[in-house]
């Protein structure tokens, strides 16, 4: 396949519009050219509305200026809750059949009628046991892939590609750690995605439809606080068990455990669908994975190793962006993934 140009890696969330650009993207330690973010309006994510999009094309703009970005090549994400992805094997199908098999066998798997999406796949290895080649289908929306495609034009970029949000993680992750067999979990605004990485393959990803705002809403619902001031009390205590008498701790672990039944969920159809025993090192992203005691929390839930991610593991900094890698934590993950795509 033909290399990408350089370009700048574009996450759309729903909280955040983040962006980072990278240069030796094929080498062992990339070097971090510039970065960015801008908060998103409400709404706009994934809205078919000429006027959300050109809100979202104007957030670019403020990005690029703010930041004083100048590459125009851009990868972008779909959000992870926009698209669909399966796992499949195809025993006994040579690789030069693949391509026809996988299409015939798609219609089974996508919840949406075949031409209303685009369909691709990545190949993922070889089961040698099965002699099946293995794939990740993925299935997007054409309204949505045209939706981003129109933000890009409108704020004058130019879109080498668009991957998934759980794609990109992935290749940040591997980057950042070395390890090829992981369970990533984003904790969002208004999502939390889940993805497995098997043999440093993306094998598995579905978006779960709670995210950290409904832990701040919990706190608005419960004590009539202003919205930002439950924000805070978030922020501040999150799920550490016996601060303020445990008043915010059994707020939000109620919550939290609504999100990890459903990552157990996640975890018994890969292990049915692949008969491959799920990682056991659990790593969370995304500025939700903040929350403290977010990590000991779901330790203790799912019997796992947890840690949060540092996808400026594998990047080198300069001293004049330190302060904001910093504070920013894992929030760029998704961004960095986009910057590395190499092909
Ligand atoms: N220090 C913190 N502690 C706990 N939560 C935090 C902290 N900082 C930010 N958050 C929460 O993280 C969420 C935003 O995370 P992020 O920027 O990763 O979301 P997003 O990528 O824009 O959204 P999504 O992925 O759902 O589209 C908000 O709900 C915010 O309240
Ligand atoms: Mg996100």
Redesign the pocket.
Request: no cysteine; hydrophobic share 25%; aromatic share 6%.
């Given at each position: 396949m033909a290399k990408l140009p350089d370009h700048v890696g574009i996450?759309?969330?729903?909280?955040?519009?983040?962006a980072v650009e990278l240069k030796n993207i094929s080498s062992d330690f990339p070097e971090l050219v510039n970065l960015g973010?801008q908060i998103?309006p409400r709404g706009v994510?994934n809205s078919e509305d000429k006027a959300d999009q050109t809100k979202l094309s104007d957030v670019l703009k403020k990005l690029y200026d703010s930041s004083k970005i100048r590459n125009k090549s851009v990868v972008m994400a779909l959000?992870?809750?926009s698209v669909f992805t399966r796992f499949l094997e195809f025993p006994g199908v040579k690789l030069e059949e693949l391509k026809d098999a996988v299409y015939f066998e798609a219609k089974q798997y996508i919840p949406m009628p075949l031409d209303e999406v685009q369909l691709s796949y990545i190949t993922i290895g070889f089961n040698q046991a099965k002699n099946a080649p293995r794939v990740l289908l993925v299935a997007a929306p054409r309204k949505i892939i045209d939706i981003y495609i129109n933000v890009a034009m409108n704020a004058g970029l130019e879109l080498a590609a668009i991957e998934t949000?759980s794609v990109a993680m992935g290749r940040a992750m591997y980057r950042a750690t070395k390890k090829k067999d992981l369970v990533m979990l984003?904790?969002?605004?208004?999502?939390?995605?889940m993805s497995i990485l098997s043999e440093g393959y993306l094998v598995f990803s579905q978006s779960i439809a709670i995210?950290?705002?409904s832990?701040?809403q919990s706190i608005v619902n419960k004590f009539n606080f202003e919205y930002s001031r439950a924000?805070e009390f978030?922020?501040n205590y999150?799920v550490v068990e016996n601060v303020l008498e445990g008043k915010i701790y059994n707020v939000l672990s109620p919550i939290v455990e609504s999100i990890l039944v459903e990552v157990r969920r996640g975890i018994e159809f890969y292990k049915n669908k692949t008969l491959v025993a799920a990682p056991m090192d659990y790593i969370l992203?995304?500025?939700?994975?903040?929350?403290?005691g977010?990590m000991e929390y779901v330790a203790k839930s799912l019997g796992v190793n947890v840690s949060i991610a540092t996808p400026w593991n594998a990047v080198k900094v300069d001293n004049k962006f330190k302060d904001i890698i910093t504070k920013s934590?894992?929030?760029y993950s998704?961004a960095i993934g986009l910057a590395l795509k190499d092909e």
């Open positions: 996450d759309f969330g729903t909280h955040s519009v983040k973010s998103t994510i959000p992870e809750f949000e984003d904790f969002g605004a208004n999502s939390t995605d995210g950290s705002d832990l701040t924000e978030k922020r999150g992203n995304g500025d939700g994975a903040l929350l403290p977010l934590g894992p929030s998704v």
